[in-house]
């Protein structure tokens, strides 16, 4: 009995420090007049340094797979400012992916019912960063930004 109790204790102790947590905090709350909603947008993200549509050479480009409610779907390329060697988990948090329901981002059907079209999917946490060359690949949890 007590090698059960034991046990028990060890296992729980064992949950508690092994509770999933991302790399960063999460982003900002968002403002007074909006707020983060499900359901959540789970998926890799891969970056590599590009050249930005507006011919800059300090640009980060990124290609999104995911899922959320069943639906499998690709974001991307998408463009973010800045350098290639400054991408942590933490500068990733916060990203917009793109806007619900708009072409090359998460399907309609996806996101929340409220905002429709101006709802933003942000990088809400990352759970898995890694940095291989010039190959960044994540793990990320977006969620939807939307009005209140």
């Known amino acids: 009995m007590k090698k059960i109790l034991l046990m028990s204790v060890l296992l729980f102790s064992l949950m508690l420090i092994a509770t999933p ?3 960063a905090g999460n982003p900002p709350p968002p403002g007074p007049d909006q707020k983060f909603v499900g ?3 789970v998926g890799t993200i891969t970056i590599t340094p590009g050249i930005t549509p507006g011919g800059s050479s300090d640009g980060i480009q990124a290609l ?3 899922h959320c409610s069943g639906i499998q779907f690709t974001i991307g390329p ?3 400012g800045g350098s290639f060697d400054a991408v942590t988990p933490e500068l990733l948090e916060g990203q917009i992916l793109g806007y619900a329901g708009t072409e090359n981002s998460v399907p309609l059907d996806c996101a929340p019912s409220k905002g429709g079209y101006e709802t933003q999917v942000i990088i809400y946490n990352v759970t898995h960063f890694t940095k291989i060359g010039n190959v960044i690949t994540a793990h990320v949890v977006a969620l939807f930004l939307v009005p209140k």
């Open 21 to 23: 947590i991302g790399f």
């Open 64 to 66: 999104f797979s995911g």
């Open 39 to 41: 359901p959540a947008v």
């Open 78 to 80: 998408t463009w973010f």
